[in-house]
């Protein structure tokens, strides 16, 4: 191929389909968790975390609530990742090689919410939330009271969460979604000083804690007790003012290492010796490759 402006927007063209092929591939796990925020600056301040607005009989005047000025925020960081093909492979017509390259740079960015989300949810033992607390812990504030959303222990840690409500445990927060660039340009110092073509996805996101109240994390073994356990904690949950929150758990997050026992609490109809499952189905299991 003659390497000029022509054939060049050709190329681009194919590499870019091969990209979009790699974005589409797959079924994305991170919207299952984490509620979609669009960023409009560098950061964004989520000081309303933590309010659950009540409806109430209205009697006189309205009764005006004052949110809590919490200082939580979620910074945007940048992330990319970038390729280049060699003039000599172009000129040759040997770039064709190259297009599993940039299907696989596709499903990478369409997979990398996944990594960050569930990345996060798994630090959510030692990483602040809104309320200065870990996410995970023993001593969130309620009123007068503190509140635990964690069972301690040494395994491999699974994860209860409420996904039924508009926010969810997890934040993603996207200022500039992820997009294929290109560097054709023979001016350029790639093609100058390496005699490259380079090709790069690129996007600014970042991940972070929403309410602390819709998920419960655990060190403990993955046993019917403690799942139970879980589930009584998170659905006893209370406002400030003392009032039910409604939590109702609906999903079991487990890497590959909790597969068998999230299978054997939740999907097994009978347990040993034949006595119904009372937790049967009572979730959904989701396995996730990005945890242990």
Not at 40 to 62: A, H, M, V
Request: aromatic content about 10%.
């Amino acid at each position: 191929m003659i390497v000029n402006k022509q054939n060049l927007s050709t190329l681009y063209v194919a590499i870019k389909t091969a990209f979009n092929k790699g974005l589409k591939s797959n079924e994305v796990l991170w919207s299952r968790v984490a509620t979609e925020v669009p960023s409009s600056t560098k950061e964004e301040s989520y000081k309303w975390l933590g309010q659950f607005p009540r409806l109430q009989k209205w009697i006189g005047d309205r009764v005006i609530k004052n949110l809590k000025a919490h200082s939580y925020s979620i910074t945007n960081e940048k992330f990319e990742s970038t390729v280049g093909i060699p003039r000599d492979d172009i000129e040759d017509d040997t770039y064709g090689v190259f297009t599993p390259l940039f299907e696989e740079m596709g499903y990478s960015a369409l997979t990398h919410p996944d990594e960050l989300v569930f990345g996060l949810l798994a630090k959510g033992f030692d990483e602040l939330c809104y309320d200065g607390q870990n996410f995970f812990d023993t001593d969130h504030k309620v009123g007068d009271t503190s509140v635990s959303n964690m069972q301690a222990g040494s395994g491999v840690p699974w994860f209860l969460l409420d996904t039924n409500r508009p926010l969810k445990p997890i934040i993603f927060q996207k200022r500039r979604d992820y997009d294929l660039k290109a560097r054709q340009d023979d001016t350029s110092e790639a093609v100058w000083s390496r005699d490259e073509f380079e090709y790069g996805v690129d996007a600014r996101v970042n991940a972070g804690f929403g309410l602390w109240q819709l998920a419960f994390g655990s060190k403990a073994d993955l046993t019917s007790a403690n799942f139970d356990t879980a589930m009584e904690s998170m659905m006893g949950l209370k406002s400030d003012e003392g009032r039910p929150l409604g939590v109702r758990p609906n999903l079991l997050v487990v890497g590959p290492k909790n597969r068998a026992k999230a299978n054997r609490v939740i999907e097994v109809m009978n347990e040993e010796g034949g006595a119904s499952n009372p937790n049967y189905k009572a979730v959904e299991v989701l396995v996730v490759s990005w945890l242990d």
